[in-house]
């Protein structure tokens, strides 16, 4: 396949995950500063602000971080390369150049999103909307994923998409789970006590994994497990663990003519499997999750880059 | 604004009180459905086309870029016979033309013959002279040709311009049956519509017939587009898609040793034959613009190697002149020894001083065109023209007369169209699509019908306010 088709495909299947991502982060940063007790609320906003990635265009554009700021920029922001309507609007802009190579199912899913944002366009300033918007947001994103299960041919094309997806979920993950560093409790005796709980509550919300979490730990949230589950278990279609098997299995497949031009982006994915897969929460966080994280972090970008080289983006 | 009066028009339905045969069960049809229901079937269709993403970008307006063009769903309808003429006289056409193609780049004898005048060939600048001595595959230049016919009467058809270079539109000849299949399945039952769905088929086996010299096996073939911001390029996603043949960019391909490939994910991949949809100018920036981001150096001498084919080929420009384009009667009988088919409107060349002194005296009833414009811009339109916009062509032409044809203002026919308040008889095209390979020449029974959606108005362009029609051609 030409090699631009498969770069696209990769960019269009990353901004449907980000998309995705952001949605699930403006919603649960609603939710928890909506149930907070407490008096600082404005941290979820932040939290969100920082699993976003986003905050250095954040900043450069607003003083301070409130609700207000934050959603509309997550949201909506034409400024904001992440926010929810520019992924949706670069994700067509990819399927688009692409065209042929889509499914006419998959180019409805991405067509029909784009054509219906405008109708969104006031959720910044209507709560009803915007739960309306983050909703939609989701749900036309696991519609896209789901007609690209159903409809594309298992070749190539297929595989960039998936790992396009996937990379772009690690990613996300990784970051995360990585708040809990940036957003420092008040007290150091904090720990383990009441806002901490909520902190990590959120994270599981924002995966999706509080009935996964039941199911499988049967109990309190606790911050170990809450590591351990989105680091290793691959079970989980949302922990680390999984996305690099998703990865590895798609970059496997995609044919290649020279081995020795795909190796490294090979070994990348499959020594940060190797390591997710055999991974000590214990251990890691005894040497720092944050370091830990920051290296998945700087892999998964690097494996990035390795699979445009390898493959003539 | 002055009108084309109402006596002089062939309606081509005869709407709405003396029907013509072919539109019987039109006319049954509108008469029989309610006119809300026909509202929520325009509706619908406006999404179907929104949804497909068949959008038309129009340069010089703001906002919307990506524009619809206008559906109208009454369709465009010709009898079998009707168009039985019609499709003779394009094949005739399109191998006449191809004729003049090869002899213009090899020995010339349509001009040593005293048939068509040097200086229009040679001084042209749509004159290719890279061309000269290149043999091409079945001597086809013209693959892809989109003749633009015009009606008048019954009987009387005239070709306004022969379109040779990367002629568009044949995706809405396609979408529209689509989605009139879609809304009214129920009409199609009832007549005996010829299809037009096999035309990507039909030019796969063109593209496929014109392969290289030195194709080693079954030829790859690929769609050259402009890119995303190309007007048409939902047409060429569209083709592409439907031939199941990559669409490229310039950056997409690379030539070496006079060999062109495609950078794939395995590699370099050699490509045959590209179906180009960028324009000469852009298409080699080693021979042609220097500039041209476009296109892709060495592809032109990957061509004339014979390694590659190039359609439509370079240099096509020179055939579809609108000066070379009064000549072409006359290439029908230089090359074919037949009587030309299709009437050409007669034409004043104004490089000619008489003409142009008949042209001078009769502005406002003719149609003056720029010679290399195209999209009705640099247009003319005499009778419509205000004082001011008279006198302004008046001065163009004396300062550069050779830059402009003259022809008298056709009363266009029209057919039924829903506008604002009901439905009105509105001025119409045709553009058949004559597809050229070197084993045979395929035409598929259908057209782009384009309607000027202007009360009066006789410019059909997209780029100006036109909508489009289905287009029926009936079985007998």
Not at chain 1, 236 to 251: E, G, N, V
Not at chain 2, 83 to 96: D, H, I, K
Not at chain 2, 339 to 356: G, M
Request: charged content about 25%; glycine content about 6%; some cysteine.
């Amino acid at each position: 396949m030409l090699a631009r088709t498969a770069e696209s495909l990769f960019w269009l299947a990353r901004y449907m995950e980000r998309a995705d991502y952001v949605a699930r982060l403006l919603q649960v940063a609603g939710h928890m500063s909506a149930v907070r007790v407490d008096s600082d609320r404005r941290s979820e906003w932040e939290s969100a602000i920082i699993a976003s990635g986003g905050s250095v265009p954040y900043f450069a554009k607003h003083a301070t971080i409130d609700e207000v700021s934050v959603i509309d920029f997550l949201a909506f922001d034409r400024d904001n390369p992440s926010s929810i309507a520019n992924c949706i609007d670069t994700a067509r802009r990819n399927a688009r150049a692409v065209r042929t190579a889509l499914t006419t199912t998959m180019w409805d899913a991405v067509q029909g999103a784009w054509q219906e944002l405008p109708r969104f366009r006031d959720a910044p300033k209507n709560a009803d909307l915007l739960n309306d918007f983050l909703e939609w947001v989701r749900v036309r994103v696991d519609l896209f994923h789901g007609v690209c299960s159903n409809s594309m041919l298992r070749r190539d094309s297929f595989y960039f998409l998936r790992t396009g997806q996937f990379l772009e979920r690690a990613d996300n993950i990784a970051r995360l789970l990585d708040v809990k560093y940036h957003v420092r409790l008040p007290q150091v005796s904090d720990v383990g006590g009441v806002i901490d709980y909520y902190q990590w509550l959120a994270i599981l919300r924002v995966v999706g994994a509080r009935r996964a979490y039941r199911v499988l730990y049967k109990g309190r949230v606790e911050p170990a497990q809450v590591a351990e589950l989105l680091i290793t278990r691959s079970v989980f279609p949302r922990s680390l663990a999984f996305c690099y098997q998703q990865i590895t299995h798609h970059l496997d497949a995609i044919e290649d003519q020279d081995p020795a031009r795909v190796a490294e982006a090979k070994r990348c994915a499959h020594s940060l499997y190797a390591d997710l897969r055999y991974a000590s929460v214990d251990r890691i966080i005894e040497n720092g999750l944050h370091e830990f994280l920051t290296d998945v972090i700087e892999r998964t970008e690097a494996l990035g880059t390795q699979i445009a080289v390898g493959h003539l983006f | 604004m002055p009108r084309v009066s109402a006596a002089t028009v062939f309606d081509e339905m005869g709407w709405p009180d003396d029907v013509r045969t072919p539109y019987a069960l039109i006319d049954a049809w509108l008469r029989d459905t309610p006119p809300d229901q026909l509202a929520l079937k325009r509706r619908e269709a406006e999404v179907l086309f929104r949804r497909i993403g068949i959008t038309f970008a129009v340069y010089t307006e703001g906002g919307d870029a990506e524009r619809l063009i206008p559906f109208d769903l009454i369709p465009r309808v010709l009898a079998q016979a009707e168009w039985r003429n019609l499709r003779r006289g394009l094949e005739q056409r399109a191998r006449a033309l191809n004729a003049f193609l090869h002899d213009v780049y090899h020995d010339r004898e349509i001009i040593r013959a005293g048939r068509i005048p040097e200086r229009l060939v040679l001084h042209n600048s749509q004159f290719r002279p890279e061309m000269c001595g290149l043999d091409l595959p079945g001597q086809m230049y013209a693959h892809i040709c989109g003749i633009d016919m015009v009606r008048t009467g019954p009987d009387d058809y005239y070709v306004l311009e022969d379109n040779c270079r990367t002629p568009s539109g044949v995706s809405y000849m396609l979408e529209n049956r689509e989605v009139m299949l879609r809304l009214f399945p129920d009409l199609f039952r009832r007549n005996t519509v010829a299809p037009v769905a096999h035309y990507p088929d039909e030019l796969l086996a063109t593209l496929r017939s014109l392969a290289p010299p030195n194709c080693p096996g079954e030829p790859t073939i690929v769609l050259l587009t402009p890119g995303i911001h190309n007007s048409a390029y939902y047409e060429h996603a569209f083709l592409a898609d439907e031939m199941g043949i990559d669409l490229v960019e310039g950056a997409d391909l690379v030539v070496s040793k006079d060999v062109c490939y495609q950078r794939t994910t395995a590699g370099l991949q050699r490509v045959d034959v590209i179906y180009r949809r960028v324009d000469d100018d852009y298409l080699d920036p080693l021979v042609f613009r220097p500039d041209s981001m476009l296109g892709v150096p060495g592809l032109h001498f990957a061509n004339r190697a014979g390694n590659l084919t190039l359609t439509n080929a370079v240099g096509t420009g020179i055939a579809d002149d609108k000066a070379v384009y009064i000549h072409v009667p006359e290439m029908v009988r230089f090359y074919l020894g037949e009587e030309p088919l299709l009437k050409n409107v007669p034409t004043h060349d104004c490089s000619r001083p008489d003409e142009l002194a008949y042209v001078l005296d009769h502005l406002d009833e003719l149609v003056v065109k720029a010679v290399h414009g195209s999209g009705g811009y640099g247009m003319l339109v005499g009778p419509h023209a205000s004082r001011d916009e008279l006198a302004a062509f008046r001065q163009q032409l004396v300062q550069r007369p050779h830059d402009y044809i003259a022809q008298p203002t056709l009363s266009l026919s029209t057919v039924p169209t829903f506008v604002d308040d009901g439905i009105a008889p509105r001025h119409v095209d045709l553009r058949p699509f004559v597809l050229c390979g070197a084993d045979q020449v395929r035409v598929v029974p259908g057209g782009l019908t384009r309607v000027a959606l202007k009360e009066g108005s006789l410019v059909v362009n997209s780029s100006q306010g036109g909508g489009t029609k289905d287009t029926w051609i009936l079985e007998d």
